[in-house]
Protein backbone atom coordinates (compact mmCIF):
# COMPACT_ATOMS: atom_id res chain seq x y z
CA UNK A 1 0.00 0.00 0.00
CA UNK A 2 3.21 2.35 0.77
CA UNK A 3 4.39 1.43 -2.66
CA UNK A 4 1.44 2.31 -3.96
CA UNK A 5 0.55 5.60 -2.59
CA UNK A 6 4.04 6.76 -3.23
CA UNK A 7 3.71 6.27 -6.39
CA UNK A 8 0.42 7.86 -6.89
CA UNK A 9 1.05 11.04 -5.22
CA UNK A 10 4.19 12.01 -7.49
CA UNK A 11 2.09 10.84 -10.59
CA UNK A 12 -0.44 13.47 -9.60
CA UNK A 13 1.75 15.65 -8.66
CA UNK A 14 3.50 15.35 -12.17
CA UNK A 15 -0.13 16.41 -13.97
CA UNK A 16 -0.19 19.60 -11.56
CA UNK A 17 3.61 20.69 -12.31
CA UNK A 18 3.84 19.76 -16.03
CA UNK A 19 7.21 17.35 -15.06
CA UNK A 20 7.34 14.82 -17.89
CA UNK A 21 6.73 11.31 -18.15
CA UNK A 22 10.67 10.47 -18.93
CA UNK A 23 12.06 13.21 -16.43
CA UNK A 24 9.85 11.51 -13.68
CA UNK A 25 10.59 7.99 -14.30
CA UNK A 26 14.37 8.71 -14.41
CA UNK A 27 13.80 10.78 -10.93
CA UNK A 28 12.06 7.44 -9.24
CA UNK A 29 14.51 5.42 -10.82
CA UNK A 30 17.58 7.08 -9.25
CA UNK A 31 16.61 7.99 -5.92
CA UNK A 32 15.24 4.41 -5.85
CA UNK A 33 19.15 2.89 -7.21
CA UNK A 34 20.36 5.39 -4.40
CA UNK A 35 18.40 3.42 -1.94
CA UNK A 36 19.62 -0.06 -3.11
CA UNK A 37 23.20 0.80 -2.77
CA UNK A 38 22.65 2.00 0.77
CA UNK A 39 21.03 -1.03 1.52
CA UNK A 40 22.91 -3.40 -0.68
CA UNK A 41 25.98 -2.08 -1.50
CA UNK A 42 25.48 -2.27 -5.43
CA UNK A 43 22.45 -2.07 -7.51
CA UNK A 44 24.14 -3.52 -10.69
CA UNK A 45 21.88 -6.41 -10.51
CA UNK A 46 18.82 -4.72 -10.01
CA UNK A 47 15.89 -3.53 -12.07
CA UNK A 48 13.85 -0.85 -10.95
CA UNK A 49 10.76 -0.89 -13.36
CA UNK A 50 8.54 2.30 -12.41
CA UNK A 51 5.11 2.93 -14.26
CA UNK A 52 3.59 6.96 -13.28
CA UNK A 53 0.26 5.81 -15.43
CA UNK A 54 -0.23 2.44 -13.75
CA UNK A 55 0.80 4.01 -10.13
CA UNK A 56 3.22 1.44 -9.27
CA UNK A 57 6.92 0.67 -9.17
CA UNK A 58 9.20 -2.63 -8.76
CA UNK A 59 12.20 -3.59 -7.44
CA UNK A 60 13.75 -6.87 -9.25
CA UNK A 61 16.93 -8.70 -7.59
CA UNK A 62 18.92 -10.87 -10.25
CA UNK A 63 21.36 -13.53 -8.23
CA UNK A 64 23.41 -15.91 -10.55
CA UNK A 65 22.98 -19.44 -9.13
CA UNK A 66 26.11 -21.17 -7.75
CA UNK A 67 27.12 -24.57 -6.40
CA UNK A 68 26.89 -25.01 -2.67
CA UNK A 69 30.48 -25.37 -2.10
CA UNK A 70 31.01 -22.14 -3.17
CA UNK A 71 28.12 -20.70 -1.28
CA UNK A 72 29.64 -22.27 1.74
CA UNK A 73 33.33 -21.74 1.51
CA UNK A 74 34.04 -19.04 -1.10
CA UNK A 75 35.26 -15.42 -0.24
CA UNK A 76 33.46 -14.48 -3.21
CA UNK A 77 30.24 -15.58 -2.72
CA UNK A 78 27.67 -12.13 -2.21
CA UNK A 79 24.54 -13.58 -0.98
CA UNK A 80 22.92 -10.43 -2.78
CA UNK A 81 24.61 -11.51 -6.06
CA UNK A 82 24.52 -15.40 -5.74
CA UNK A 83 22.46 -17.74 -4.81
CA UNK A 84 22.96 -21.06 -3.30
CA UNK A 85 21.22 -24.20 -6.20
CA UNK A 86 20.32 -25.71 -3.34
CA UNK A 87 17.95 -22.74 -2.39
CA UNK A 88 17.20 -21.98 -6.13
CA UNK A 89 15.84 -25.53 -6.72
CA UNK A 90 13.61 -24.80 -3.64
CA UNK A 91 11.82 -22.34 -5.79
CA UNK A 92 12.26 -23.99 -8.81
CA UNK A 93 13.62 -27.49 -9.36
CA UNK A 94 14.81 -27.17 -12.59
CA UNK A 95 16.88 -24.78 -12.02
CA UNK A 96 21.05 -25.68 -12.69
CA UNK A 97 24.66 -23.94 -12.03
CA UNK A 98 25.21 -20.38 -14.02
CA UNK A 99 21.03 -19.67 -14.53
CA UNK A 100 19.73 -16.35 -12.65
CA UNK A 101 16.81 -15.80 -10.38
CA UNK A 102 15.14 -12.93 -10.31
CA UNK A 103 13.47 -12.04 -6.52
CA UNK A 104 11.37 -8.76 -6.21
CA UNK A 105 11.85 -6.65 -3.28
CA UNK A 106 9.13 -5.09 -1.63
CA UNK A 107 9.18 -1.45 -0.61
CA UNK A 108 8.41 -2.66 3.27
CA UNK A 109 11.86 -4.55 2.98
CA UNK A 110 13.62 -1.10 3.25
CA UNK A 111 12.02 -0.74 6.37
CA UNK A 112 9.27 2.46 7.33
CA UNK A 113 12.12 5.56 7.82
CA UNK A 114 14.01 4.49 4.33
CA UNK A 115 10.50 5.31 3.10
CA UNK A 116 9.94 8.39 4.83
CA UNK A 117 13.34 9.33 3.61
CA UNK A 118 13.04 8.70 0.52
CA UNK A 119 9.59 10.39 -0.15
CA UNK A 120 11.13 13.32 1.19
CA UNK A 121 14.05 12.95 -1.48
CA UNK A 122 11.31 12.33 -4.54
CA UNK A 123 9.67 15.69 -3.39
CA UNK A 124 13.04 17.60 -3.43
CA UNK A 125 14.52 16.04 -6.28
CA UNK A 126 10.48 17.03 -8.34
CA UNK A 127 10.63 20.35 -6.75
CA UNK A 128 13.92 21.19 -8.09
CA UNK A 129 13.79 19.84 -10.93
CA UNK A 130 10.37 22.55 -11.61
CA UNK A 131 12.06 25.15 -10.11
CA UNK A 132 15.23 24.89 -12.83
CA UNK A 133 12.47 24.19 -15.67
CA UNK A 134 10.69 27.80 -14.45
CA UNK A 135 13.50 29.59 -14.11
CA UNK A 136 15.05 28.31 -17.70
CA UNK A 137 11.76 28.79 -18.98
CA UNK A 138 11.26 32.72 -18.31
CA UNK A 139 15.15 33.65 -18.93
CA UNK A 140 14.52 32.84 -22.10
CA UNK A 141 11.08 34.66 -21.93
CA UNK A 142 12.44 38.75 -20.77
CA UNK A 143 11.37 40.78 -22.74
CA UNK A 144 8.41 38.99 -24.35
CA UNK A 145 4.77 40.27 -22.91
CA UNK A 146 2.99 37.38 -21.19
CA UNK A 147 -1.20 37.43 -19.98
CA UNK A 148 -1.63 36.44 -16.36
CA UNK A 149 -4.26 36.17 -14.00
CA UNK A 150 -4.10 38.29 -10.54
CA UNK A 151 -4.18 35.82 -7.73
CA UNK A 152 -3.08 38.20 -5.11
CA UNK A 153 -3.07 41.97 -4.23
CA UNK A 154 -0.85 43.60 -1.86
CA UNK A 155 0.43 46.79 -1.07
CA UNK A 156 3.93 46.52 -2.81
CA UNK A 157 3.13 44.37 -5.10
CA UNK A 158 1.01 41.93 -6.73
CA UNK A 159 0.75 37.96 -7.62
CA UNK A 160 0.04 36.91 -11.09
CA UNK A 161 -0.21 33.99 -12.19
CA UNK A 162 0.46 32.62 -15.84
CA UNK A 163 -1.81 30.00 -17.57
CA UNK A 164 0.88 26.94 -16.05
CA UNK A 165 0.35 28.49 -12.52
CA UNK A 166 3.56 29.49 -12.18
CA UNK A 167 4.00 32.48 -9.55
CA UNK A 168 4.98 35.83 -10.85
CA UNK A 169 5.58 39.28 -9.29
CA UNK A 170 4.31 42.62 -10.49
CA UNK A 171 6.02 44.83 -8.35
CA UNK A 172 4.02 48.18 -7.27
CA UNK A 173 7.27 50.15 -8.94
CA UNK A 174 6.16 48.72 -12.50
CA UNK A 175 2.66 49.58 -12.17
CA UNK A 176 1.28 52.51 -13.79
CA UNK A 177 0.15 55.05 -11.59
CA UNK A 178 -3.67 54.18 -12.97
CA UNK A 179 -3.17 50.36 -13.05
CA UNK A 180 -5.94 49.13 -10.48
CA UNK A 181 -6.01 44.83 -9.95
CA UNK A 182 -8.55 42.73 -7.98
CA UNK A 183 -8.24 38.99 -8.03
CA UNK A 184 -9.60 37.22 -10.88
CA UNK A 185 -8.43 39.98 -13.18
CA UNK A 186 -6.44 39.59 -16.37
CA UNK A 187 -3.04 41.85 -17.17
CA UNK A 188 -0.29 42.33 -19.53
CA UNK A 189 3.13 42.54 -18.80
CA UNK A 190 6.56 42.39 -20.20
CA UNK A 191 8.79 40.05 -18.21
CA UNK A 192 11.25 42.37 -17.38
CA UNK A 193 13.98 40.22 -15.03
CA UNK A 194 14.30 36.80 -13.46
CA UNK A 195 16.38 36.14 -10.18
CA UNK A 196 16.93 33.31 -7.48
CA UNK A 197 16.42 34.07 -3.97
CA UNK A 198 17.10 31.00 -2.11
CA UNK A 199 17.48 28.64 -5.15
CA UNK A 200 13.55 29.73 -6.18
CA UNK A 201 13.39 31.33 -9.60
CA UNK A 202 11.62 35.30 -8.92
CA UNK A 203 9.96 36.40 -11.99
CA UNK A 204 9.61 39.95 -12.02
CA UNK A 205 6.85 41.43 -14.65
CA UNK A 206 6.60 45.29 -15.52
CA UNK A 207 4.38 47.92 -17.46
CA UNK A 208 6.26 50.50 -16.83
CA UNK A 209 9.80 49.10 -19.02
CA UNK A 210 10.07 50.97 -22.21
CA UNK A 211 9.83 47.44 -24.03
CA UNK A 212 6.76 46.77 -22.71
CA UNK A 213 5.08 49.54 -24.83
CA UNK A 214 7.49 48.65 -27.16
CA UNK A 215 6.00 44.74 -27.97
CA UNK A 216 2.50 46.34 -27.67
CA UNK A 217 3.49 48.50 -30.77
CA UNK A 218 4.79 44.52 -32.42
CA UNK A 219 1.41 43.10 -31.58
CA UNK A 220 -0.59 45.86 -33.10
CA UNK A 221 1.79 46.57 -35.99
CA UNK A 222 2.30 44.02 -38.40
CA UNK A 223 5.09 46.75 -40.15
CA UNK A 224 7.10 46.46 -36.77
CA UNK A 225 6.68 42.74 -36.65
CA UNK A 226 7.79 42.35 -40.01
CA UNK A 227 10.87 44.50 -39.83
CA UNK A 228 9.25 47.29 -42.57
CA UNK A 229 9.56 50.01 -39.54
CA UNK A 230 12.12 49.83 -36.79
CA UNK A 231 11.47 51.23 -33.36
CA UNK A 232 15.07 53.33 -32.93
CA UNK A 233 13.96 54.72 -29.65
CA UNK A 234 11.16 54.80 -26.49
CA UNK A 235 10.82 56.78 -23.73
CA UNK A 236 8.22 57.01 -21.18
CA UNK A 237 6.90 58.71 -17.77
CA UNK A 238 4.70 55.75 -17.19
CA UNK A 239 0.82 56.84 -17.28
CA UNK A 240 1.61 60.41 -18.90
CA UNK A 241 3.14 60.45 -22.16
CA UNK A 242 5.41 58.40 -24.30
CA UNK A 243 7.41 59.44 -27.14
CA UNK A 244 8.42 57.00 -29.91
CA UNK A 245 10.63 57.21 -32.85
CA UNK A 246 10.28 54.79 -35.65
CA UNK A 247 12.00 54.64 -38.97
CA UNK A 248 10.79 52.58 -42.24
CA UNK A 249 13.61 51.25 -44.67
CA UNK A 250 11.42 51.66 -47.54
CA UNK A 251 10.16 54.64 -48.79
CA UNK A 252 6.87 53.32 -49.74
CA UNK A 253 5.86 53.13 -46.09
CA UNK A 254 4.89 55.78 -43.45
CA UNK A 255 6.27 54.63 -40.15
CA UNK A 256 4.11 57.05 -38.21
CA UNK A 257 1.10 56.43 -40.23
CA UNK A 258 1.48 52.74 -40.00
CA UNK A 259 2.00 53.02 -36.60
CA UNK A 260 -1.04 55.31 -35.43
CA UNK A 261 -3.47 53.37 -38.15
CA UNK A 262 -6.17 53.94 -40.09
CA UNK A 263 -8.21 57.12 -37.52
CA UNK A 264 -5.69 56.08 -34.64
CA UNK A 265 -7.23 52.48 -35.02
CA UNK A 266 -3.90 50.41 -33.88
CA UNK A 267 -2.73 52.98 -30.98
CA UNK A 268 -5.85 53.13 -29.60
CA UNK A 269 -5.86 49.79 -28.18
CA UNK A 270 -2.40 50.45 -26.55
CA UNK A 271 -3.41 54.12 -24.95
CA UNK A 272 -6.38 52.16 -23.36
CA UNK A 273 -3.67 49.53 -22.40
CA UNK A 274 -1.49 51.98 -20.81
CA UNK A 275 -4.49 53.81 -18.90
CA UNK A 276 -4.60 57.04 -21.48
CA UNK A 277 -1.16 57.55 -21.77
CA UNK A 278 -0.29 59.82 -23.72
CA UNK A 279 1.49 58.69 -26.84
CA UNK A 280 3.67 60.58 -29.18
CA UNK A 281 5.05 58.96 -32.38
CA UNK A 282 7.49 60.47 -34.68
CA UNK A 283 10.04 60.48 -37.82
CA UNK A 284 13.68 58.80 -36.65
CA UNK A 285 16.26 61.61 -38.14
CA UNK A 286 19.83 61.62 -38.10
CA UNK A 287 19.48 65.39 -38.26
CA UNK A 288 19.02 66.47 -34.73
CA UNK A 289 18.12 70.17 -35.38
CA UNK A 290 15.02 68.33 -36.53
CA UNK A 291 14.62 65.53 -34.39
CA UNK A 292 14.53 68.09 -31.53
CA UNK A 293 12.47 70.23 -33.64
CA UNK A 294 9.35 66.64 -33.79
CA UNK A 295 10.52 65.60 -30.22
CA UNK A 296 8.75 68.98 -28.79
CA UNK A 297 5.67 68.20 -30.72
CA UNK A 298 3.14 69.59 -30.85
CA UNK A 299 4.60 73.00 -30.15
CA UNK A 300 5.61 74.53 -33.08
CA UNK A 301 9.49 76.22 -33.10
CA UNK A 302 11.18 79.33 -34.47
CA UNK A 303 14.84 78.21 -34.02
CA UNK A 304 16.83 75.88 -32.30
CA UNK A 305 21.03 76.46 -31.15
CA UNK A 306 22.90 73.70 -30.74
CA UNK A 307 25.84 73.01 -28.53
CA UNK A 308 27.41 69.47 -29.62
CA UNK A 309 30.10 69.25 -26.98
CA UNK A 310 27.77 69.63 -24.15
CA UNK A 311 25.31 68.47 -25.31
CA UNK A 312 22.44 71.19 -24.70
CA UNK A 313 19.97 72.90 -27.18
CA UNK A 314 18.48 76.21 -26.53
CA UNK A 315 15.32 76.39 -28.75
CA UNK A 316 13.61 79.72 -29.67
CA UNK A 317 9.82 79.81 -29.76
CA UNK A 318 6.52 82.03 -30.02
CA UNK A 319 5.20 82.75 -26.47
CA UNK A 320 1.72 80.71 -27.33
CA UNK A 321 4.18 77.63 -27.96
CA UNK A 322 5.90 77.74 -24.76
CA UNK A 323 3.47 75.83 -22.57
CA UNK A 324 2.85 73.48 -25.55
CA UNK A 325 6.59 72.91 -25.65
CA UNK A 326 6.64 72.24 -22.13
CA UNK A 327 3.83 70.20 -21.25
CA UNK A 328 1.55 69.40 -18.70
CA UNK A 329 4.12 68.94 -15.43
CA UNK A 330 7.15 69.47 -17.46
CA UNK A 331 6.52 65.74 -19.44
CA UNK A 332 6.88 66.95 -23.16
CA UNK A 333 10.38 68.99 -22.47
CA UNK A 334 11.90 65.72 -20.44
CA UNK A 335 10.96 63.07 -23.02
CA UNK A 336 12.13 65.49 -25.62
CA UNK A 337 15.25 65.54 -23.94
CA UNK A 338 15.61 61.84 -23.35
CA UNK A 339 14.69 60.97 -26.35
CA UNK A 340 17.19 63.21 -28.17
CA UNK A 341 19.48 63.09 -25.78
CA UNK A 342 20.04 67.08 -25.52
CA UNK A 343 19.34 69.14 -22.72
CA UNK A 344 16.85 71.31 -23.27
CA UNK A 345 16.15 75.07 -23.40
CA UNK A 346 13.01 76.70 -24.08
CA UNK A 347 13.21 80.80 -24.60
CA UNK A 348 10.37 82.82 -25.92
CA UNK A 349 11.28 84.47 -29.23
CA UNK A 350 10.09 87.97 -28.59
CA UNK A 351 11.03 91.55 -28.68
CA UNK A 352 8.76 92.91 -26.33
CA UNK A 353 9.44 91.92 -23.12
CA UNK A 354 5.28 93.89 -21.90
CA UNK A 355 3.74 90.83 -24.58
CA UNK A 356 0.75 89.42 -22.44
CA UNK A 357 -0.33 85.60 -22.84
CA UNK A 358 -3.94 84.50 -23.16
CA UNK A 359 -4.75 82.52 -20.02
CA UNK A 360 -5.69 79.64 -22.43
CA UNK A 361 -2.18 79.38 -23.15
CA UNK A 362 -1.67 78.08 -19.26
CA UNK A 363 -4.62 74.86 -19.70
CA UNK A 364 -1.36 72.34 -18.76
CA UNK A 365 -0.73 73.68 -15.76
CA UNK A 366 -3.39 75.95 -14.40
CA UNK A 367 -7.10 73.83 -14.51
CA UNK A 368 -9.53 75.16 -16.67
CA UNK A 369 -12.53 75.86 -13.77
CA UNK A 370 -9.89 78.20 -12.51
CA UNK A 371 -9.25 79.62 -15.65
CA UNK A 372 -12.54 80.26 -16.13
CA UNK A 373 -13.15 81.79 -12.72
CA UNK A 374 -10.55 84.57 -14.05
CA UNK A 375 -12.47 85.16 -17.07
CA UNK A 376 -15.27 85.46 -15.30
CA UNK A 377 -13.98 88.71 -13.95
CA UNK A 378 -12.63 90.13 -17.27
CA UNK A 379 -9.07 88.65 -16.54
CA UNK A 380 -8.73 86.59 -20.17
CA UNK A 381 -4.22 87.35 -19.70
CA UNK A 382 -1.50 86.68 -17.60
CA UNK A 383 -0.80 90.60 -17.09
CA UNK A 384 -4.19 91.21 -16.82
CA UNK A 385 -4.29 89.06 -13.46
CA UNK A 386 -0.94 89.88 -12.03
CA UNK A 387 -2.39 93.67 -11.97
CA UNK A 388 -4.49 92.82 -9.16
CA UNK A 389 -4.00 91.78 -5.72
CA UNK A 390 -4.20 88.54 -3.92
CA UNK A 391 -7.09 90.30 -1.80
CA UNK A 392 -8.96 91.55 -5.06
CA UNK A 393 -8.67 88.63 -6.82
CA UNK A 394 -9.89 86.64 -3.88
CA UNK A 395 -12.88 89.16 -2.86
CA UNK A 396 -13.64 88.82 -6.92
CA UNK A 397 -14.07 84.89 -7.30
CA UNK A 398 -14.48 81.94 -5.57
CA UNK A 399 -11.17 81.04 -5.11
CA UNK A 400 -8.35 80.68 -1.93
CA UNK A 401 -5.92 82.82 -1.30
CA UNK A 402 -3.33 79.80 -1.45
CA UNK A 403 -4.13 79.22 -4.85
CA UNK A 404 -4.07 82.45 -6.28
CA UNK A 405 -0.31 82.89 -5.05
CA UNK A 406 -0.06 79.35 -7.11
CA UNK A 407 -1.32 80.60 -10.29
CA UNK A 408 -0.03 83.94 -10.01
CA UNK A 409 3.55 82.13 -9.37
CA UNK A 410 2.92 80.25 -12.50
CA UNK A 411 1.99 83.48 -14.40
CA UNK A 412 5.25 85.00 -13.43
CA UNK A 413 7.94 82.35 -14.47
CA UNK A 414 6.17 83.16 -18.23
CA UNK A 415 7.75 86.41 -18.23
CA UNK A 416 11.23 85.86 -16.10
Not at 36 to 46: A, L, M, P, T
Not at 216 to 244: H, M, Q, S
Request: contains cysteine; glycine residues 6%.
Amino acid sequence: MENINLIESFAEFKDVKNIDRTTLMSILEDVFRSLIRKKYGSDENFDVIVNPERGDLEIWRNREIVDDEFAEDSFDYDENKHIALAEARKIEPDFEIGEQVTDRIMLEDFGRRAVLAIRQNLVSRVLDLEKDGIYKKYRERVGEVITGEVYQVWKKETMVLDDEGNELILPKTEQIPGDFFKKGDSVRAVVAKVDLRNNTPVIILSRTAPSFLEKLFENEVPEIYDGLITIKKIVREPGERAKVAVESYDDRIDPVGACVGMKGSRIHGIVRELRNENIDVINYTSNVQLLIQRALSPAKITSIRLDEDNKRAEVFLKPDQVSLAIGKGGHNIRLAGKLTGYEIDVYRDSDEDVEDVDLTEFGDEIEDWIINEFKNIGCDTAKAVLELSDEELVKRTDLEEETVREVKRILRSEFE
